[in-house]
């Protein structure tokens, strides 16, 4: 279980994770220079997760799973890809295609998908992983090639979004909440951009800046009115070509966003004054996003309005918006559990299962959000729940 934790006592990294870090940090001091001595936040992300090489993402460490950083639902349990899987047949049912998932992870969601269609059908003609990491990708080939030669064939790896669109389903989970994000602070009548600089002895520090037009137009139309007087928070403008480039892949079916997030509304509450930015590391939860740069996952919780308003933009139908607890309901997880052929085994998947739907926990605080095109049929895992008038 994640729990959350002061920086000044996370675990020491090994020797050779901190000359990882050393290099990252280099990496953003160099940054730093070029743009004249700051570097907006969602710059230095940028660098930190995603640098070829060196990010946190595109480096080699262990992130999923016991072993690393954080645990998602798919590493919890099998139920999770089933569930998935569920509402995945669904819809290829009606439109056929494919299957693409965005950001696979460690592949367990994808594996655990496949293997419950090949039970449920239909078998997408073709499950397409979009995976930027080359480390990330390499333990999805080496996890999917255990899968039946009838199911491992049928799984492609992409550098980009498909070059024509595809019909079938989108997954994407808990992807967005990885984008890169800009950070903003309100001082009373002031408006201010935080970023990171160097300190006079060459250390990382956090950095604010007065705010630019372009962003100050945003919050305004975000959130018409003034803002708290002591506020801290995120803004995620690259959800909107994000989103935009899912709807340019989705010729007929249903795209899924899974993830940690709010309506904007709440998002930002005036009493979330200190935002929704978390840093992950061996399984604590801390808020110091300068703390070892690259060994380390950066998020921050997903406004699902903007995702909304980014999906009818590119010409989506939000279908479905509910909590994760509802769309595993919806998806029959129940069952699931009541399939299990003995008892201890019934036992371990049900003590799975409530970390899956637990309110106040993962249950409550995961969303899920359905983005149609040409479909019409009610989805199933939004059968017990529609909160699209939270939106």
Same mark, same amino acid.
Request: proline share 5%; aromatic share 8%.
């Given at each position: 279980?994640?729990?959350?934790?002061?920086?000044?006592?996370?675990?020491? &990294?090994?020797?050779?994770?901190?000359?990882?870090?050393?290099?990252?940090?280099?990496?953003?001091?160099?940054?730093?220079?070029?743009? /004249?001595?700051?570097?907006?936040?969602?710059q230095?992300?940028?660098?930190?997760?995603?640098?070829?090489?060196?990010?946190?993402?595109?480096?080699?460490?262990?992130?999923f799973?016991?072993?690393?950083?954080?645990?998602?639902?798919?590493?919890?349990? /099998?139920? #999770?890809?089933? *569930?998935?899987?569920?509402? *995945?047949?669904?819809?290829?049912?009606?439109v056929?295609?494919?299957?693409?998932?965005?950001?696979?992870?460690?592949?367990?969601?994808?594996?655990?998908?496949?293997?419950a269609? @090949?039970?449920?059908?239909?078998?997408?003609?073709?499950?397409?992983i979009?995976?930027?990491?080359?480390?990330?990708?390499?333990?999805?080939?080496?996890?999917?090639?255990?899968?039946?030669?009838?199911?491992?064939?049928?799984?492609?790896?992409? =550098?980009?979004?498909?070059?024509?669109?595809?019909?079938?389903? +989108?997954?994407?989970?808990? +992807?967005? =909440?990885?984008?890169?994000?800009?950070?903003?602070?309100?001082?009373?009548?002031?408006? #201010?951009?935080?970023?990171?600089?160097?300190?006079?002895?060459?250390?990382?520090?956090?950095? =604010?800046?007065?705010?630019?037009?372009?962003?100050?137009?945003?919050?305004?139309?975000?959130? &018409?009115?003034?803002?708290?007087?002591?506020?801290?928070?995120?803004?995620?403008?690259?959800?909107?070509?994000?989103?935009?480039?899912?709807?340019?892949?989705?010729?007929?079916?249903?795209?899924?966003?899974?993830?940690? /997030?709010?309506?904007?509304?709440?998002? #930002?509450?005036?009493?979330?004054d200190?935002?929704?930015?978390? *840093? !992950?590391?061996? !399984?604590?939860?801390?808020?110091?996003?300068?703390? #070892?740069?690259?060994?380390?996952?950066?998020?921050?919780?997903?406004?699902?309005?903007?995702?909304?308003?980014?999906?009818?933009?590119?010409?989506?139908?939000?279908?479905?918006? *509910?909590?994760?607890?509802?769309?595993?309901? /919806?998806?029959?997880?129940?069952?699931?559990?009541?399939?299990?052929?003995?008892?201890?085994?019934?036992?371990?998947?049900?003590?799975?299962?409530r970390?899956?739907?637990? &309110?106040?926990?993962?249950?409550?605080? +995961?969303?899920?959000? @359905?983005?149609?095109?040409?479909?019409?049929e009610?989805?199933?895992?939004?059968?017990?729940?529609?909160?699209?008038?939270?939106?």
């Amino acid at each position: 279980m994640t729990r959350h934790e002061a920086s000044s006592t996370l675990p020491a &990294p090994s020797a050779q994770q901190l000359r990882h870090s050393t290099a990252v940090i280099e990496a953003v001091r160099a940054a730093i220079h070029a743009q /004249g001595g700051w570097l907006g936040f969602e710059q230095y992300l940028r660098i930190v997760l995603y640098a070829p090489g060196l990010g946190y993402y595109a480096a080699g460490s262990v992130k999923f799973g016991h072993s690393g950083d954080f645990v998602t639902a798919p590493e919890i349990s /099998g139920l #999770y890809a089933r *569930c998935v899987a569920s509402q *995945c047949a669904q819809v290829l049912r009606v439109v056929g295609g494919d299957v693409l998932e965005l950001g696979a992870g460690s592949g367990r969601l994808a594996a655990g998908v496949l293997e419950a269609l @090949a039970e449920l059908g239909p078998i997408p003609e073709r499950y397409r992983i979009l995976e930027v990491s080359a480390d990330l990708r390499a333990r999805q080939q080496a996890r999917l090639a255990e899968l039946p030669a009838a199911l491992a064939g049928r799984v492609v790896w992409l =550098d980009t979004m498909p070059s024509a669109p595809i019909a079938g389903v +989108v997954l994407a989970n808990e +992807v967005a =909440d990885a984008l890169p994000f800009q950070r903003f602070v309100v001082e009373g009548a002031n408006l #201010y951009e935080r970023g990171v600089a160097l300190s006079a002895t060459g250390e990382l520090v956090e950095s =604010d800046r007065s705010a630019g037009a372009e962003l100050r137009a945003e919050l305004a139309r975000i959130v &018409p009115g003034a803002w708290p007087e002591q506020y801290l928070s995120e803004l995620c403008t690259l959800a909107d070509p994000w989103i935009a480039a899912i709807g340019a892949a989705l010729a007929r079916g249903a795209a899924f966003i899974i993830d940690y /997030g709010l309506p904007r509304h709440e998002y #930002y509450h005036p009493q979330r004054d200190q935002g929704t930015m978390r *840093c !992950h590391y061996r !399984h604590r939860v801390h808020e110091d996003a300068l703390r #070892y740069p690259g060994l380390q996952d950066i998020t921050a919780w997903v406004d699902f309005t903007r995702v909304a308003e980014a999906a009818v933009a590119a010409g989506l139908t939000v279908a479905g918006y *509910c909590t994760q607890a509802a769309f595993l309901l /919806g998806n029959g997880i129940e069952r699931e559990l009541a399939a299990a052929p003995r008892t201890l085994e019934r036992a371990r998947l049900a003590a799975e299962a409530r970390v899956l739907l637990q &309110p106040g926990e993962m249950g409550e605080y +995961v969303k899920v959000m @359905a983005l149609t095109r040409d479909f019409d049929e009610p989805l199933r895992g939004f059968q017990h729940q529609d909160l699209r008038r939270s939106l």
